[in-house]
């Protein structure tokens, strides 16, 4: 089936699922109650924290996917890439221990350390790595929040496209261990375990411990006089929980994480390479590994008079080393080493009302520095290596600060209506102090950079009835600048920041006693000051990062549905995104020219390109997504057969859209089964992943192609106790 026709059978197949809530409700208006019939069991409450409360995601004012830890296991969702099949308008490219994350368009485009992610990812409330040690993998999960749009009021760090909040199982007070053990066995002589257990050291005290390791072989066949590992996968993770609740006012729990991700290699070929994905060349000594830890201590005190008074600490401390084949072949002698730190602190301070009243309020101040060194000796690039004037090589360190406060009022102006005004004051630093050897060249740079930001927000929610609530909003995000590293050309300007104004209107709806839920939404985006890398206007030889002035439209349509209807489960998603460039021109960095292109008036000419109306990257017009589950009982116990589909349209890397490049990232189609068989305590569980072994690309980064995973399944057995 080809992409248009696929398209076209996918946008059908939403059809029949948005309208099961009007099926829902005339079945709510025609069939009238049965007290001597049995009920069908309720969804399950699902609720949101990004916010600083926890409230009932179909009465708070944002589109959001939220997946507890058996949704994650059910569609088979073990690390970040995974979520782009299971929530509307989410790409995930991930080229390595990178990833380019992307919501409703904006996220992260440009690889490297300056260039901030629109799209922030918490762990325990904790803002991570931005945009890198990305393999951490989903275990012992409480909840993922997959939230969509600008979050310049709240979160963290400001974001102008989104948020992922991943929070891990607390420890809890209980008088019993529980806990449960888990082993699966799967092709490519896949090995893993996972486990967790609480416990009550006493009345005030407890604490949880959770591992997970998982081992299997190469998915690539890689040929060639190469060396170092062929991309087998040695993961290994652990978590200590630790929780004091010496009274109902006090409550301080504290958490530490530590990974060692041995990943091989991420083997790539070049971009248009004719032979398979997986079957590639290579002539360079391939390495990629990730080791980090992170310290989370949140503090939680609740005054006489319901004021809460919170405090979240951060320590997060990781090693990247990557070792690459730059030109994807066995051909040329082309190597791209790295080993980098990265240290991060933060801290933020919450004074959050009590929830009664006319006016309810939530204030904050927040803080953090994140600092990249380069190691010495350990950043190079050689085509070929051993020759000054063929090497290139970088050390120094990157040190960035963000420092903010923020608040929102609350009115609840009727028991039904409410007016929220909320706002941020971001302050942004960054610096390099760094020495290049570019072939044979040295550079120096000493460059620091500030920016500064108010994002706000004003929304309005209505709660027509107990089934219906409705809200609309105008909101903004910030993404800060960065600096441009030296190419012999003086020292760089730096790029400016981005920014982003969104309205959003938006319907949630209970249907069928409660057996369906759905969200309904509509958005449009103003995006200013995109950052993207294109020839240096006077002198295109080379590359450099700056904005797009003039501003870009993004505009969608979201909808999602979870239903529960006797022993029938189902949940489904649809994504439409439409995006149009601002006036822009630009010269392709990959395209060797030296005529002189202005990014705001050109001239237009064949090097000098005219992109005003061009697709967003990583922005793809359809993403769907639909599981399909229903138990039968069977054995003594219940069995579980469930199918998962997610479609992701194509998309483009770039703004030059220029296929012979590489640069069209084609639709993705993922199947994805599972049967799973529960009795008591047990659960087996055959699965299987992208069952009709699609063979994608999964990210392009410098000319060259990562593939997404290919077909796995297995065997995986779960033990509660």
């Known amino acids: 089936m080809n992409h248009k026709n696929l398209k076209k059978h996918v946008r059908w197949t939403s059809v029949p699922l948005l309208a099961l809530s009007c099926c829902a409700m005339a079945q709510e208006a025609t069939d009238p109650a049965d007290d001597d019939e049995p009920k069908t069991a309720l969804l399950e409450k699902v609720v949101v924290t990004a916010e600083r409360r926890e409230e009932p995601l179909q009465t708070t004012p944002i589109a959001a996917t939220v997946l507890s830890g058996d949704q994650l296991s059910n569609l088979g969702i073990s690390v970040v890439d995974q979520l782009q099949f299971a929530t509307p308008s989410a790409t995930v490219n991930n080229f390595g221990q990178g990833i380019d ?27 991570t790595f931005p945009g890198y040690f990305t393999g951490e993998p989903y275990y012992d999960i409480a909840s993922v929040e997959i939230l969509r ?57 407890a604490a949880r411990f959770a591992t997970n390791a998982e081992n299997h072989d190469s998915f690539w ?21 630790l929780l004091w609740q010496p009274s109902d006012a006090l409550q301080v729990l504290f958490k530490y994480d530590y990974s060692d991700l041995d990943f091989g290699a991420y083997p790539a070929d070049p971009v248009n390479a004719p032979n398979d994905v997986f079957d590639i060349t ?55 080493r790295d080993s980098v730190d990265e240290t991060i602190y933060s801290q933020e301070f919450n004074l959050i009302s009590r929830d009664e009243g006319f006016l309810t309020w939530i204030g904050g101040l927040y803080w953090q520095e994140d600092t990249y060194d380069f190691l010495p000796g350990k950043f190079f690039i050689g085509v070929p290596p051993g020759n000054v004037a063929t090497e290139y090589r970088l050390e120094g360190e990157n040190p960035k600060e963000n420092r903010a406060a923020f608040g929102e009022l609350d009115f609840h102006l009727t028991d039904r209506l409410e007016l929220k005004v909320g706002g941020r004051y971001t302050k942004s630093e960054t610096s390099n102090d760094i020495t290049i050897l570019q072939y044979g060249l040295p550079l120096v740079q000493q460059q620091s950079e500030e920016y500064t930001d108010f994002s706000g927000k004003l929304a309005l929610d209505f709660e027509v009835n107990e089934r219906n609530f409705l809200y609309a909003f105008a909101a903004s995000g910030f993404r800060p600048g960065g600096l441009n590293v030296p190419v012999g050309l003086g020292i760089p300007p730096p790029f400016d920041e981005e920014k982003v104004r969104s309205y959003e209107f938006g319907w949630k709806a209970v249907w069928a006693d409660g057996q369906v839920r759905t969200q309904v939404n509509a958005f449009h985006n103003d995006y200013e000051g995109f950052q993207v890398t294109i020839g240096y206007p006077d002198f295109p030889l080379f590359g450099i990062e700056l904005n797009v002035n003039d501003t ?43 005529t002189p292109c202005d990014p705001d008036t050109g001239p237009e000419s064949t ?27 069977v054995g003594g116990g219940t069995l579980t057969p469930r199918i998962n589909f997610g479609h992701v349209s194509e998309q483009w890397a770039t703004l030059f859209q220029n296929e012979a490049l590489g640069d069209l990232l084609e639709s993705r189609n993922i199947l994805g089964a599972q049967l799973a068989w529960q009795r008591g305590d047990f659960v087996v569980t055959l699965y299987g992943t ?3 072994d699609e063979h994608y690309v999964g990210a392009i980064n410098s000319g060259l192609r990562f593939a997404g995973p290919p077909r796995q399944y297995g065997l995986r057995v779960v033990k509660w106790f």
């Open 552 to 594: 870009t439209k993004i505009s969608g349509f979201e909808a999602q549905v979870q239903a529960a209807l006797g022993a029938w489960s189902i949940d489904a998603g649809v994504g439409w995104l439409q995006s149009d460039l601002g006036e822009f021109y630009a010269t392709d960095p990959r395209i060797p020219v030296a």
């Open 607 to 633: 090097t000098c390109i005219a992109l005003e109306g061009r697709d967003q990257t990583y922005a793809p017009d359809l993403t769907f997504n639909i599981g399909l589950q229903r138990d039968f009982q």
């Open 282 to 336: 290579a002539n360079a000594d391939l390495k990629a590994v990730d080791r980090f830890d992170r310290t989370v201590l949140k503090i939680d005190y609740e005054f006489a008079n319901g004021t809460k008074f919170r405090s979240v600490s951060g320590y997060q401390d990781g090693n990247t080393s990557y070792r690459a084949d730059l030109d994807g072949t066995a051909l040329r002698n082309s190597v791209f």
């Open 149 to 205: 749009g600008p979050q310049g009021t709240f979160v963290g760090q400001n974001a102008t496209g989104g948020a992922v909040f991943v929070t891990s199982n607390d420890p809890v007070l209980e008088d019993e261990y529980h806990g449960y053990v888990s082993g699966q066995v799967g092709n490519y002589s896949d090995v893993g375990f996972q486990g967790a257990v609480n416990v009550p050291i006493s009345d005030t005290f």
């Open 221 to 241: 066949d890689i040929r060639g006089p190469y060396t170092g590992t062929d991309a087998r996968l040695r993961s290994r993770s652990s978590r200590l929980g």
């Open 690 to 692: 992208n069952i009709t």
């Open 101 to 127: 994350f992307n919501i409703r368009g904006i996220g992260k485009t440009e690889h490297n350390t300056q260039t901030t992610t629109g799209v922030i990812t918490y762990r325990d409330g904790v803002a």
